[in-house]
């Protein structure tokens, strides 16, 4: 089991940049396939970055080029490094967690609100 706690969302112009942050706490992070998911008002929830088993990323189309996720296995963290952000981008971000046998992402963080305006 693993818990998940996200940070670095906040409220930034068009155009800028931000960083979200997962911690990870729990056994054999190394073992989990980790993604960002991210709803907007009104909207569902949408897988916005995932790194599969190997490290290997995969992105929406609407983020691609701009955003860039990353693991640090030894600290335990996951990144999401958003570039170019435009105001649609603006959505709750969840960090996600899953073991590669299940077809779920079955662990949450409770999410980070991130804001752009125009």
């Known amino acids: 089991q693993v818990q998940l706690r996200e940070s670095g969302g906040g409220l930034v112009q068009a155009g800028g940049s931000l960083r979200l942050s997962c911690a990870a706490n729990g056994r054999a992070f190394s073992t989990y396939e980790m993604a960002w998911f991210r709803q907007a008002p009104g909207k569902e929830r949408e897988l916005a970055a995932g790194?599969?088993?190997?490290?290997?990323?995969y992105y929406t189309d609407s983020v691609k080029g701009r955003f860039t996720i990353s693991r640090d296995n030894v600290g335990s963290t996951v990144l999401l490094q958003m570039s170019s952000l435009k105001p649609e981008d603006t959505a709750i971000y969840y960090c996600a967690a899953k073991l590669p046998s299940s077809p779920t992402y079955n662990y949450w963080g409770q999410g980070t609100q991130v804001t752009v305006s125009s």
């Open positions: 790194l599969r088993w190997g490290g290997v990323p």
